[in-house]
């Protein structure tokens, strides 16, 4: 049996936690999304606009690295208050994603996951690809920078042609702006599943009839950078391999346990790791 094969779109970032910042870190949806499922076994991709791809192909081993140079990187600065909650701002800003940074070879995957930082994929940009599943995490439409670069939650703004698309949806109760509370169950359609996070407050899925909560798994927090990538990920490639809803969104909700007890990528999860939060009591 073939290898099932992941490709993730988006920006590569310099994240910078400003309680540490001469110590830059690599990061963005496709890191920890592509990462991920290199992790459990998949051949990934990731697809992206990036000054650093020496550094991005050592982190991410075994992951293809395709896309245009650009003459600077999306860059992020972080922090965080008392109880986790993450205020960002934009620094810099990458080119926009084109076709032209799609990998030729990648243009059939398993799963594609389309996962901009800051609405820099287009419909037209992934039009092309004929994947088996569409995984969309659509934080970065829902975001918008402010003069000083602060990041702020605006209206519901994915592309239709990219929503019309999606087998899934992941975004995390910070995404939603106050009109949009229940955009994720009026987004559900038949064959089209939408998952909230909300940290410690577990997991939401939205499909079909049904409503699946999840609780968080107890998780001595390091770093909750990259979580709810993560969480995509491994939902994503659950569902498309024909998992229930109950048993992807647990071992999504166990992976994304695991990275927040590692600082940045390094808390990428394997198998092991999965099983390991598993066994760990939830109640």
Not at 87 to 96: F, G, I, K, P, T
Not at 171 to 200: I, K, Q
Request: aromatic share 6%.
């Amino acid at each position: 049996m073939s290898t099932k094969r992941y490709l993730a779109v988006g920006h590569v970032t310099l994240d910078i936690d400003e309680s540490r910042p001469a110590e830059p870190k690599l990061g963005g949806t496709v890191v920890y999304a592509a990462g991920t499922a290199a992790r459990l076994g998949w051949q990934a991709a990731v697809a992206t606009r990036s000054t650093q791809r020496n550094e991005l192909a050592s982190l991410l081993p075994g992951v293809d690295i395709a896309g245009r140079p650009t003459p600077r990187d999306t860059r992020f600065a972080h922090s965080y208050d008392a109880v986790g909650n993450r205020s960002q701002r934009v620094l810099d800003r990458a080119a926009d994603i084109g076709v032209a940074d799609l990998p030729s070879a990648w243009l059939d995957p398993d799963v594609l996951h389309v996962g901009p930082v800051l609405d820099e994929v287009s419909a037209a940009t992934v039009a092309d690809v004929r994947a088996s599943f569409v995984g969309l995490t659509v934080q970065g439409w829902l975001r918008h920078a402010a003069q000083d670069g602060t990041i702020h939650v605006r209206a519901q703004s994915v592309p239709h042609a990219i929503l019309a698309r999606a087998d899934g949806i992941v975004l995390s109760e910070e995404d939603l702006a106050p009109d949009m509370r229940d955009w994720p169950r009026r987004t559900v359609r038949p064959g089209r599943w939408v998952a909230v996070t909300g940290g410690m407050n577990g997991a939401t899925l939205w499909i079909d009839e049904a409503c699946l909560h999840q609780p968080a798994f107890p998780a001595a927090a390091v770093d909750p950078t990259g979580a709810g990538d993560v969480f995509a990920a491994i939902l994503f490639l659950r569902m498309a391999s024909g998992a229930s809803a109950r048993e992807a969104l647990r071992d999504a909700a166990a992976g994304a346990a695991w990275s927040v007890e590692h600082r940045g990528p390094d808390g990428l999860p394997d198998e092991r790791a999965i099983r390991e939060v598993c066994g760990r009591d939830n109640a």
